[in-house]
């Protein structure tokens, strides 16, 4: 399996000859409903939007998932699948194949990759999607959510070989945490013994943030922290703090030493 990340919630996984482009935001800023003053994202230079994507999977209809911008760039006979929300905001930018996922169902890839949808973070009325990716022919498996949520029938998809999430809170003073990576990701580990566990969502180099949301926003926890507590629990995890726009290959075998090809 091979991981790109370009940082937040964008990733590129490659797993049994396939690409899959997950919540991409590739190109122009990130804001939310157009309001720079209260949230704004940037970057000193844009990644190179992946070529032969085989599948975009979008786990969420907020901005920071379902970018308009980037979504907008890419080629709208590129099948999507996606949360109902997120694959309501794919149809009106004008994708031609659209397949909203539900808490519990299940989509295949070429028949090479099955994607099930898991209960994630709750951002309305209804909570979003997390995602477990299982590779038909080994059956490794990857588990994706970006906020840190996750229901207490994700035990049924253990073990899984990588985690991709967040490892540190991120909180709004009086409101509480919108990203608690701090306090579910050492939880995780322990209910999913992953071999791997990507940290995602937060911390990516090159991004700069404005406005008023990102002035309040308190961040507490590490890669070092959780490595720490995991070690500490006799786990054969690894944490991987993966560098933008390089590709990390893993391997499925006996993992080793961190580094940017794993093997």
């Avoid at 028949?111 to 999607?129: C, F, S």
Wanted: a negative charge.
């Amino acid at each position: 399996m091979r991981f790109t990340w370009y940082g937040a919630n964008s990733w590129l996984i490659e797993v049994s000859g396939l690409r899959i482009l997950l919540d991409p935001w590739l190109v122009g800023p990130l804001e939310f409903g157009g309001l720079s003053w209260l949230f704004r994202a940037s970057r000193d230079r844009s990644p190179t939007i992946p070529e032969a994507i085989d599948l975009v999977l979008v786990s969420q209809g907020l901005e920071d998932h379902s970018h308009p911008e980037t979504l907008d760039t890419l080629e709208k006979s590129i099948p999507v699948v996606g949360s109902p929300k997120a694959a309501k905001v794919c149809r009106q930018l004008g994708f031609e194949q659209v397949t909203p996922l539900d808490f519990g169902e299940t989509y295949r890839l070429h028949d090479r990759v099955e994607i099930l949808a898991i209960e994630g973070a709750l951002t309305g009325i209804k909570p979003e999607n997390g995602y477990v990716l299982k590779a038909v022919e080994t059956g490794s498996k990857i588990y994706y959510e970006p906020h840190g949520f996750y229901p207490d029938s994700l035990q049924e998809q253990a073990p899984v070989d990588v985690v991709i999430g967040p490892v540190s809170d991120i909180a709004i003073p009086l409101a509480g945490a919108i990203v608690r990576g701090n306090t579910s990701a050492i939880e995780l580990t322990k209910m999913l013994q992953p071999r791997y566990f990507l940290r995602s969502t937060a911390g990516d180099d090159g991004v700069v943030y404005g406005g008023l949301l990102s002035s309040v926003l308190k961040a507490r926890g590490s890669v070092e922290a959780l490595q720490a507590a995991i070690d500490n629990l006799r786990l054969n995890t690894q944490v991987l703090s993966p560098s933008v726009n390089e590709p990390l290959q893993l391997s499925m075998e006996t993992p080793t030493a961190a580094s940017t090809d794993v093997t």
